[in-house]
């Protein structure tokens, strides 16, 4: 190699390292922030905050609890979809800040995980515990994002 290439060789570098595009989003997200909780997270919370707690009727007040592995099943799942719903709203534009926005996604993936663990010891008390920390995380986010004086 003669040293009157090295120049071009510099500069293909350099150009290389400064033009090269961002590389394109791997996902797309599908389903707005609205549409996600509608959607996605509201059926999958309900269903865990459903699986455990008293119903009162004519012969008083009843405990109840899942009453199947396919039950458990179930609740397991759906706090699957909790924590993971945690992650897709930091996806794409549903991100809206790196601050309150990511923190509260994160609390919401973290609640998620102790509610998977609750469903999967099948401890009732600890499913309880789990779907009011859950609760907590919906609720701080909306206090800060959500338009409450409709
Ligand atoms: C990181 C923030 C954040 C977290 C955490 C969060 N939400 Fe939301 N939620 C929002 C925002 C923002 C809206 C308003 C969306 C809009 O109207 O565009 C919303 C709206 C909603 C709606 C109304 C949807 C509609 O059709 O109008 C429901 C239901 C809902 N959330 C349920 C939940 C539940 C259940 C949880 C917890 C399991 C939760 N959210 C956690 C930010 C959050």
Known sequence: MTA?????IVAVALLSGCDKPPAPSPFQAVANVKQLMAGVLEPAADLYWDA???VDDQ????AHAP???EEWTAVRNSAYVIAES?????????LRDQGDWLRMSQALVVAGRHALA???SRNTTAVFD????????????HAVYVNNTK
Not at 130 to 141: L, P, Q, W
């Open 52 to 54: 455990v707690g008293t």
């Open 4 to 8: 009157s290439k090295w120049p071009g």
């Open 86 to 94: 945690g992650n897709l709203l930091l996806m794409g534009n549903r």
């Open 59 to 62: 012969s008083g007040s009843k």
């Open 130 to 141: 789990a779907g009011a920390e859950v609760y907590d995380a919906c609720t701080k986010c």
């Open 118 to 120: 609750a469903a999967e």
């Open 67 to 69: 009453a199947t592995p």
